[in-house]
C-alpha cells in the first residue's frame, strides 16, 4: 500500500499557511540598508542583485567556517584573501561596499595544531583596509579549546584596536553569551567595542546592560522571525541593537535585512528607529575600526563590470557589462 495515500487517508497534512503576499520593496523605497554579517562567499550573484535592489548600499562578511573543517594553513589563507580580495570586488560589481572581519572561528579552534599556525596568519589580514574587526569569534560547543583561542583573538583584537564580533552558540545561548562577556571584561575589553551576535530575547537584556552591543541575526522559520524582532525593538528601543542576516549556505535569506525593516515600517516602528537599527547602528559599532568611510557608500556607486580584478571579471563569455554613464542607480 502506498504510504502516503495511506497518510492521506488518515491525516491532514500540514498546509502552508495561506498569506497575503506582502510587496515588502514598496514599505522601503528609498531606504539605504548596512547588514553587518553576511557570508557573500557562499552567495550568488542573483543574491547580489537582489540586495543592490533591495537598497543595501554596504556589508560586512565575517570570517567563519566553510561547513566541513579545513585541513592545512593555507586554504585559511586563501579564504580570508579572497574576503579581501575577490569577494569585495565581486560585491563592488553590484554597487555594495564590502568589509570584512577576519578571525578563526569557534568550531575550527578545535583543531589545535591548526589553530595555533592560524593564530600565527591573523595579524597578516587583520591590519588590512576594509578589515572592520575580529570576527567571528567566540564559542560553538564552549571547550577549552575554544577559549583559548577566543582569548588570544582578543588580545589581537586589543592590540589592533579593533571591534570584536562574537558568534554565540547556538546550544546553551544564555550560559555561551555571559561567559562570552564575562571572558571579554576580563581582557580588558570595553563593550563598546564588542558586537555580541545571534541574541535573542533571552539574551538581549543582559547583553545592553552590560554597555555591549546586541546585534540579531533573522533566520527564516527558526530563531529570531522578523516579527520577534519587531518586538524586541518596541520593548528595548533601538539604541545599541542591530538586525542581520548572517545569511551563508544554509537556508537563509540575504534579504533579511530589509524585509525586517518593511515589516517594522508596517507595524508602525518609527522611521529612526528602523534606520538605527538596520543601518546607523552597525556603522557606529564597526566605524571604531577606523576603515568605514561612510561617503563610500552614501551616494550610489557608479559599476562598470568591465573592471577586471587579477585579469577576471564578473561576466561570463558574451556578456554586456553595465556601465554607469553618471551615478544613476535604477531600482
Ligand atoms: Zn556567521
Known amino acids: 500500500m502506498n504510504p502516503s495515500h495511506a497518510q492521506d487517508e488518515h491525516e491532514v497534512p500540514a498546509q502552508p499557511v495561506a498569506e497575503t503576499p506582502v510587496d515588502y ?16 562567499t557562499s552567495r550568488t550573484t ?56 577576519i578571525g578563526l572561528n569557534s568550531r575550527e579552534a578545535n583543531n589545535e595544531a591548526l589553530a595555533e599556525e592560524v593564530m600565527e596568519l591573523l595579524p597578516l589580514f587583520a591590519y588590512k583596509e576594509g578589515v572592520v574587526g575580529i570576527g567571528e569569534i567566540g564559542f560553538d560547543d564552549q571547550t577549552t579549546a575554544e577559549e583559548k ?19 554565540t552558540p547556538h546550544r546553551n545561548k544564555k550560559e555561551g553569551t555571559e561567559r562570552s562577556m564575562a571572558i571579554a571584561l576580563e581582557h ?29 541575526t533573522i533566520y527564516p522559520f527558526t530563531k529570531m522571525g522578523n516579527e520577534r524582532m519587531v518586538e524586541v525593538v518596541r520593548q528595548y528601543g533601538p539604541e545599541r541593537i542591530m538586525v542581520n542576516s ?13 524585509k525586517t525593516a518593511a515589516l517594522m515600517v508596517m507595524r508602525g516602528i518609527s522611521p529612526e528607529a528602523i534606520r538605527l537599527v538596520t543601518y ?27 573592471e577586471k580584478f587579477n585579469g577576471n571579471t564578473i561576466l561570463r563569455g558574451g ?6 554613464q553618471q551615478s544613476l542607480f535604477i531600482k
Open 319 to 324: 556578456q554586456q557589462p553595465r556601465r554607469d
Open 188 to 216: 580588558g575589553l570595553d563593550p563598546g567595542m564588542v558586537i555580541v551576535d545571534h541574541n535573542n530575547e533571552e539574551t538581549v537584556k543582559s547583553v545592553l546592560d552590560g554597555g555591549f552591543w546586541a546585534a540579531f
Open 149 to 167: 583561542f577566543y582569548r588570544a583573538q582578543l588580545e589581537l583584537a586589543k592590540e589592533a584596536h579593533l571591534p570584536v564580533q562574537i558568534h
Open 46 to 101: 542573483d543574491d547580489y542583485q537582489a540586495m543592490a535592489d533591495a537598497g543595501i548600499v554596504a556589508l560586512i562578511e565575517p570570517a567563519f567556517w566553510l561547513g566541513q573543517p579545513r585541513t592545512g594553513l593555507a586554504t585559511f589563507k586563501d579564504y580570508y584573501a579572497s574576503l579581501v580580495g575577490w569577494e569585495r570586488f565581486r560585491s563592488s560589481q553590484f554597487g555594495i561596499k564590502h568589509y570584512c572581519t
Open 246 to 258: 548572517a545569511a551563508d549556505w544554509g537556508i537563509s535569506d540575504p534579504l533579511a535585512v530589509p
Open 25 to 40: 520593496m514598496a514599505h522601503i523605497k528609498g531606504m539605504s540598508f548596512f547588514d553587518p554579517h553576511i557570508h557573500m
Open 280 to 306: 546607523q547602528n552597525a556603522i557606529d559599532a564597526f566605524a571604531q575600526s577606523g576603515q568605514i568611510n561612510v561617503a563610500d557608500f552614501a551616494t550610489p556607486m557608479v559599476i562598470d563590470q568591465s
